[in-house]
């Protein structure tokens, strides 16, 4: 099986891929939160400083881009190819309301004859290896129907599929039926994506799609950074890899960033996802909500890991 990290706007950066690459490992792909273009050449300085080999040493990275100009599209890949990715993501996943109503991301799905010329363009014209991140439409499942048969006229590098339409973001049950008519219509290798929280849910992937050979992990592994050891090895991250995993984290961010206010808010959307690990957390997530001091913060966080156990049947109730 093959395990790749999806990308996250606003965590999954570089700080925190190579935190994690350090920690814990064990990813074949880890794909940058998107790039979204625009008539303005180049890059802005946050995605810049996210692709820049020198920042992702040692790291399978795959770029991803968010555009439905094709124009834009190719620029950004030479531009990449030029930091020596050859391989490069296509986000057709993104359920964010103000990204649907420029038709890009998931709303892209529902503007077919549009996509099939942009992927004719950029296929044409680009010899980067390119995979696609998508959902199964935009408004009802049995657009993937359709758009299956777009996808396979195009030689993918990949098909990354979330099994739910736009409406759901992240709501309701993946359609795993609609799944497992893309693994098996598919002229392209395929990936799942979506609510692998746990080993018992891996278990019950795996029961329903014996022939999968690729999964990227989103929420979960972000929610659970030691997911992948349990799912392995069947064995809980322990309290001194996961302090150091923060550490790391948190030092990375005091490296680069002003203000015990611009730092807090990123280790607050760290704990937003991880703080579920914990048994019985609830007192320390509403203080790391409320604390605006870094030598405050740095004591909570040190109660927690010394009071706290981890949960072993951890993140049943996340979603």
Known sequence: MK???????????????NAYHNLFGQIDKYFTPFISPTSNEGFTTRELNDILPAHNEGLPIVPQILTNNAEYFIRIVNAL??????????????PSGTVVAKHKGSGFLSEREDLDRFLDEIFSKSDAKISIKTR??????????????????????ELIVHPRIQKDFYKNKPNREIFKAALSSSE?????????????????????????????????????????????????????????????????????????????FKMKEFWFYMIHMFAESDKYAKKIRKVNRANEYEAIVSMMFNDLNIEENNLRGFK
């Open 136 to 157: 199964i439409g935009k408004d009802d499942p049995n657009e993937f129907y359709e758009l299956i048969k777009i996808f396979n006229k195009y030689p993918l590098e």
């Open 188 to 264: 392209n290798p395929v990936c799942y994506n979506g609510d692998i929280f746990n080993f018992s849910q891996y278990k019950e992937l795996i029961r329903e799609c014996p022939n999968l050979e690729c999964i990227m992990l989103g929420r979960g592994i972000i929610a659970n950074p030691g997911l992948i050891g349990e799912i392995k090895n069947n064995k809980v991250a322990d309290k001194a890899t996961l302090k150091a995993f923060h550490d790391a984290v948190y030092t990375g961010y005091k490296g680069i960033l002003s203000g015990d206010k611009n730092v807090l």
């Open 81 to 94: 190819k030029d930091f020596g990715y050859d391989e490069i993501n296509l986000n057709l996943g993104c």
């Open 3 to 17: 395990y790749y990290f999806a990308p996250l706007e606003g965590v999954t950066g570089y700080i925190y891929r």
